[in-house]
T-cell receptor
Framework: NAGVMQNPRHLVRRRGQEARLRCSPMKGHSHVYWYRQLPEEGLKFMVY????????ESGMPKERFSAEFPKEGPSILRIQQVVRGDSAAYFC???????????????FGPGTRLLVL | DAKTTQPNSMESNEEEPVHLPCNHSTISGTDYIHWYRQLPSQGPEYVIH???SNVNNRMASLAIAEDRKSSTLILHRATLRDAAVYYC?????????????FGQGTRLTINP
């Protein structure tokens, strides 16, 4: 059973370009989460999605950032008009459908390291 | 999510046990205690979680204080591969807060 997959693992963009980060959840997982880790800082939650729905985007910057998790295919985190401050590691996690009252364990991917020149 | 407090860093020797403390004095009755770790240049990895009773799995043990205001992650025999940042996180089991709130964690160094 393959783990959470993210691609690309490394992405270099110039200021003003767009960055698209992809996340394929573990098989059987219908919940996806995106986190960002700025250099020398902790992980910060960005957005939580279920298939075709955004459940919680409280950690997403209001501008330039968007996320989707379509019925078919991977989840996409899209950053438009990137700036140097967007340089960070972006991690995706997935979990199963909630079972009863227990929050399910999140399994993380290896991350995409974005460098904005 | 309730706040947790962990030492910034700890150091231990290979083959010895490691006890990583976490204080969560404002924990509520519906909070589970989760531990994740992040190895260098990798994504976080689930380690263990518990509610009231001590828990054991193949990776570690979790000792939870009787009043639940603190807990300790125990690595019984540390190896160099256990060098990582360890995060203690509280998750509400009822309200269903899905996001993980990471603090600064404890950076564990293992000496050969």
């Amino acid at each position: 059973n393959a783990g959470v997959m993210q691609n690309p693992r490394h992405l270099v963009r110039r200021r003003g370009q767009e960055a698209r980060l992809r996340c394929s959840p573990m098989k059987g997982h219908s919940h996806v989460y995106w986190y960002r880790q700025l250099p020398e800082e902790g992980l910060k939650f960005m957005v939580y999605l279920q298939k075709e729905n955004i459940i919680d985007e409280s950690g997403m910057p209001k501008e330039r950032f968007s996320a989707e998790f379509p019925k078919e295919g991977p989840s996409i985190l899209r950053i438009q008009q990137v700036v140097r401050g967007d340089s960070a590691a972006y991690f995706c996690a997935s979990s199963r459908q909630r079972q009863g009252e227990l929050a399910e364990t999140q399994y993380f991917g290896p991350g995409t390291r974005l460098l904005v020149l | 999510d309730a706040k947790t407090t962990q030492p910034n860093s700890m150091e231990s020797n290979e083959e010895e046990p490691v006890h990583l403390p976490c204080n969560h004095s404002t924990i509520s009755g519906t909070d589970y205690i989760h531990w994740y770790r992040q190895l260098p240049s990798q994504g976080p990895e689930y380690v263990i979680h518990g509610l009231t009773s001590n828990v054991n799995n193949r990776m570690a043990s979790l000792a939870i204080a009787e009043d639940r205001k603190s807990s300790t992650l125990i690595l019984h025999r540390a190896t160099l591969r256990d060098a990582a940042v360890y995060y203690c996180i509280l998750r509400d089991r009822i309200q269903g807060a899905q996001k993980l709130v990471f603090g600064q964690g404890t950076r564990l160094t293992i000496n050969p």
